[in-house]
T-cell receptor, first 115, second 113 residues
């Protein structure tokens, strides 16, 4: 099992460019989520999904879009990058929304810089 | 949403026990307490979780107060590899935050050789 795989590891964008951060998991987890981590602010939830075709907003959703066409993949799209989106992004998955005894599995992150 | 309060930082010596506290006075009866840790340049890693009873696993122990308003993560013998940021968080099992994990600032643990 590869677990949760994020690509790319690093990315530099210019303001206004768009890109997609990829996240894939091979554990057949229903629940997937995206977090961003900024210095001194812990991890903040951007969007999450409880299954294919179902997504919802987290704490800081503005500027980001998500979709969930398959159980395995949960890409995060930045349509017009801004310097405020410079951050480290983590994708995480869990068995399901109601599986309280199951841990979150995190990827190793994508470090994004917007200039 | 329920919030957790942790000390910003703690220090320990190698091979000594470490007790990492967490206050969660607004926890509800259905909220699970989870602990994660994050090593430098890595994603968070699950450590342990519990609801009401104390829990043990190969990594650590979790002691939950009887009123559930606080908990303590116990590393029985700290190693240099345990130096990380430790997060105490809720898994909300009800309400508007149903099923979502909310991370706080965490505690930076430094382990001295």
């Amino acid at each position: 099992n590869a677990g949760v795989t994020q690509t790319p590891k690093f990315q530099v964008l210019k303001t206004g460019q768009s890109m997609t951060l990829q996240c894939a998991q091979d554990m057949n987890h229903e629940y997937m989520s995206w977090y961003r981590q900024d210095p001194g602010m812990g991890l903040r939830l951007i969007h999450y999904s409880v299954g294919a075709g179902i997504t919802d907003q987290g704490e800081v959703p503005n500027g980001y879009n998500v979709s969930r066409s398959t159980t395995e993949d949960f890409p995060l799209r930045l349509l017009s990058a801004a310097p405020s989106q410079t951050s480290v992004y983590f994708c995480a998955s869990r068995v399901g929304l109601r599986t309280y005894n199951s841990p979150l599995h995190f990827g190793n992150g994508t470090r994004l810089t917007v200039t | 949403d329920a919030k957790t309060t942790q000390p910003n930082s703690m220090e320990s010596n190698e091979e000594e026990p470490v007790h990492l506290p967490c206050n969660h006075s607004t926890i509800s009866g259905t909220d699970y307490i989870h602990w994660y840790r994050q090593l430098p340049s890595q994603g968070p890693e699950y450590v342990i979780h519990g609801l009401t009873s104390n829990v043990n696993n190969r990594m650590a122990s979790l002691a939950i107060a009887e009123d559930r308003k606080s908990s303590t993560l116990i590393l029985h013998r700290a190693t240099l590899r345990d130096a990380a940021v430790y997060y105490c968080i809720f898994l909300n099992a009800g309400g508007t935050s149903y099923g979502k994990l909310t991370f706080g600032q965490g505690t930076i643990l430094t382990v001295h050789p």
